[in-house]
């Protein structure tokens, strides 16, 4: 157990469907992330909230909405998916500071769209 | 893009060998960064070097960079099965530090 945790750990949705994954961090950190990890790519960022501040990938489409209520909780809301947004969705948090920014990762999110 | 890009994609060695896997980038970093994953699981932080230091160990890791060359390798010495996993090299660069991934050295280590 890493301090972040993600539910639901699988889910499988139809294109049609309205999703929510949910992350929620036990360390105390002020920044949290969403990573998108799809097979023989690179890991990419999805959005981004520090300091109560959201910073976004702009080639992030709109089918994907993130929300921030707390600097404990992240969800990323899922609404009328294609097939190729089938990924390992991962949140990872971190105690940001203008030194280094060490991430810490929950086990993911396998997302599968019909 | 400070992409860092891993090399090999993959590689296989046998128990107690050493393990070398090196990473390239393009831009001005702040500090660099070797995360492990297991299949199918989230991504664990191994190591931090930054931009003034040249190596550093951490147990049987040990991580090099260059900054003249853009590049730097992280070697595990006396490999176990337990190693078999992922590693990711990740950039960050000054003020906002947005860390990027490259794509990853799948390693395998047999009995």
């Known amino acids: 157990e890493t301090g972040v945790t993600q539910t639901p750990r699988h889910l499988v949705m139809g294109m049609t469907n309205k999703k929510s994954l949910k992350c929620e961090q036990h360390?105390?950190?002020?920044?949290m992330y969403w990573y998108k990890q799809s097979a023989k790519k690179p890991l990419e960022l999805m959005f981004v909230?520090?300091?109560?501040?959201?910073?976004e990938n702009n080639s992030v489409p709109s089918r994907f909405s993130p929300e921030c209520p707390n600097s404990s909780h992240l969800f990323l809301h899922l609404h009328t998916l294609q097939p190729e947004d089938s990924a390992l969705y991962l949140c990872?948090?971190?105690?940001?500071?203008?030194?280094?920014?060490?991430?810490?990762f929950g086990a993911g999110s396998r997302l599968t769209v019909l | 893009s400070q992409q860092g890009e891993e090399d090999p994609q993959a590689l296989s060695i046998q128990e107690g060998e050493n393990a070398t896997m090196n990473c390239s980038y393009k831009t001005s970093i702040n500090n660099l960064q070797w995360y492990r994953q297991n299949s199918g699981r989230g991504l664990v932080h191994l190591i931090l070097i930054r931009s003034n230091e040249r190596e550093k160990h951490s147990g049987r890791l040990r991580v090099t960079l260059d900054t003249s060359k853009k590049s730097s390798s992280l070697l595990i010495t006396a490999s176990r099965a337990a190693d078999t996993a992922s590693y990711f090299c990740?950039?960050?660069?000054?003020?906002?530090?947005?860390?990027?991934f490259g794509t990853g050295t799948r390693l395998l280590v047999s009995p």
């Open positions: 990872a948090s971190s105690q940001f500071s203008s030194g280094a920014n060490v991430l810490t």
């Open positions: 990740a950039t960050g660069d000054t003020g906002f530090q947005k860390l990027v």
């Open positions: 909230y520090s300091l109560e501040e959201r910073v």
């Open positions: 360390l105390g950190h002020n920044a």
